[in-house]
């Protein structure tokens, strides 16, 4: 798990379309495939995503991981801003 992976949800959680958020990080999309079945694995398995038709949606997991992922990229923006300035 990285700094990436943990970006790369936060925008397909935000998204929830694994084309759209791809497009909007600049990486291919078998690309943000791989980084969050990396990240799911690095969480013991853990099921972030469900399939709808053809979207996906937060599971219960990923709702909360989303809320703790989001305040820590929140943080580290902070703590980036702060010693730029």
């Not at 970006?7 to 935000?14: H, N, R």
């Not at 990080?25 to 969050?36: D, G």
Request: charge should be negative.
């Amino acid at each position: 798990m990285n700094y990436n992976h943990l970006l790369y949800f936060s925008v397909l959680a935000e998204t929830e379309h694994y084309t759209t958020a791809a497009a909007r990080l600049n990486i291919s999309q078998p690309a943000l495939s791989s980084a969050i079945r990396n990240l799911e694995e690095a969480l013991g398995g853990a099921k972030l995503f469900e399939k709808v038709g053809r979207n996906i949606r937060l599971t219960e997991e990923g709702r909360y991981y989303r809320e703790k992922v989001d305040a820590a990229l929140q943080e580290l923006q902070e703590a980036s801003m702060t010693l730029r300035d």
